[in-house]
C-alpha cells in the first residue's frame, strides 16, 4: 500500500518528430535505476506516455507516480523538446486537499499550490470532503 495521485491533463510538444519520439520511448515505463547513467532525479519510474495523437506527454495511469514536473523537465532535457506555454496537469491525491497543477512556463514544468476550501467532516469515519465532488 502507499499514496496514489491522479493526473490529468496533456502537455503539448511543439516540436515533436520521430527522432524525439525515438529519444522518449527510451524511457517510458522505465526504471531509473536500470539507465546508465542512472538520472538523479526523485522518481524511480518513467509513468509517462505520448497521447494517442502523438502531440503531447499525458501521465499513463500507473499507480504511485510522483514527481511528474520532474519527469516532464528530465524528458525535455534529454529529448530537446519544447512545451507549450501555459499547458497544466491537475494532480489529485488521496485527500481532498493534496491537489495542485503542473504547468509549463519558460518551457519548464513548475508546480503550483491549489488553496482547497469549504470542507465537510463526516462525524462518523471524520474523512473530510467537498460536498458536490463524488468519489469513484
Avoid at 62 to 71: A, C, G, P, R
Avoid at 94 to 105: G, H, P, S, V
Wanted: proline content about 3%; some cysteine; charged content about 30%.
Amino acid at each position: 500500500m502507499g499514496y496514489s495521485t491522479d493526473y490529468a491533463g496533456e502537455i503539448r510538444i511543439a516540436n515533436l518528430n520521430l527522432d524525439r519520439v525515438r529519444t522518449l520511448q527510451k524511457y517510458f515505463g522505465e526504471d531509473k535505476r536500470d539507465l546508465d547513467p542512472v538520472p538523479k532525479v526523485d522518481f524511480y519510474h518513467f509513468n509517462i506516455e505520448l497521447n494517442d495523437e502523438l502531440t503531447a506527454l499525458k501521465w499513463d495511469g500507473s499507480e504511485k507516480t510522483s514527481y511528474l514536473e520532474q519527469m516532464l523537465n528530465f524528458l525535455k532535457e534529454a529529448a530537446g523538446l519544447e512545451f507549450q506555454e501555459g499547458d497544466q496537469i491537475l494532480a489529485q491525491g488521496e485527500e481532498a486537499t493534496d491537489r495542485y497543477l503542473i504547468t509549463i512556463e519558460n518551457n519548464t514544468a513548475v508546480t503550483k499550490t491549489i488553496q482547497v476550501g469549504g470542507f465537510v467532516h463526516c462525524p462518523e469515519c471524520d474523512h473530510r470532503f467537498i460536498p458536490g465532488e463524488a468519489e469513484e
